[in-house]
């Protein structure tokens, strides 16, 4: 089955500089693969996703870039900001739609 | 997500109980989905249905069991509580006709297995 592995597992950063999160996975099958942010007390929310048949893909400070080759993707927040801290989760999907998550990234943006 | 809605938030429970997780959901999916979720472990499925008659097993199921009651309910059991399963529980749906896999999460239950 699906494995992903995430990294870091905590990631401290100061406001207004960048951070980057990535995910590696293991089945060439997956074609799905969105990023959740979890705040405390709160369910995961999808905050963008991208899919196999594109590199990279952009939301206002948000991006997110695919190698298949390599089976990895990342998470790149720019200009960071105290809302930005949170819990965040990459997955991949196959085309049944079952998503496996890696373990969290708890991401802390300091003033 | 207030369209995906988990009873109770909080349980505190003792070994060998037997306890029900319930979601209720008004997206009209027809996917749902428990996760269990521990640090530094990230979530992990439980089981999913796909439809009303469709229930599988996930990466975790033994201890556990399932109810699909409507299109919009999907109760977790555990039907003897044991400390280990002490977690969180999250409740989550998607819909296969959008076109993607996004999936929609409620707000969890935090169960404590004493």
């Known amino acids: 089955g699906e494995n992903v592995e995430q990294h870091p597992s905590t990631l401290s950063v100061q406001e207004g500089d960048s951070a980057v999160i990535k995910c590696t996975y293991s089945?060439?099958?997956?074609?799905?693969f969105p990023w959740y942010k979890q705040e405390l007390g709160k369910g995961p929310q999808l905050i963008i996703d991208?899919?196999?048949?594109?590199g990279e893909k952009k939301d206002q400070r948000i991006a997110v870039t695919l190698n298949k080759t390599a089976k990895h993707f990342s998470l790149h927040i720019t200009e960071t900001q105290p809302e930005d801290s949170a819990v965040y989760f990459c997955?991949?999907?196959?085309?049944?739609?079952?998503?496996?998550f890696g373990a969290g990234t708890q991401v802390v943006v300091t003033p | 997500d207030a369209d995906v809605t988990q009873t109770p938030r909080n349980r505190i429970t003792k070994t060998g109980k037997r306890i029900m997780l319930e979601c209720s959901q008004t997206?009209?999916?027809?996917?749902m989905y428990w996760y269990r979720q521990d640090p530094g472990l990230g979530l992990r499925l439980i089981y999913y249905?796909?439809?009303?008659?469709?229930?599988n097993k996930g990466e975790i199921s033994d201890g556990y069991s399932v109810s699909r009651q409507a299109q919009a309910k999907f109760s977790l059991s555990l039907e003897s509580a044991i400390p280990n399963q002490t977690a969180l529980y999250f409740c989550?749906?998607?819909?296969?006709?959008?076109?993607?896999?996004?999936?929609?999460f409620g707000p969890g239950t935090r169960l404590t297995v004493l």
């Open positions: 089945d060439s099958a997956s074609n799905y």
């Open positions: 249905s796909f439809d009303v008659k469709d229930i």
């Open positions: 997206k009209g999916h027809d996917r």
């Open positions: 997955a991949a999907s196959d085309s049944w739609g079952k998503l496996q």
């Open positions: 991208i899919r196999s048949n594109v």
């Open positions: 989550a749906t998607s819909d296969p006709g959008l076109g993607y896999n996004e999936q929609f």
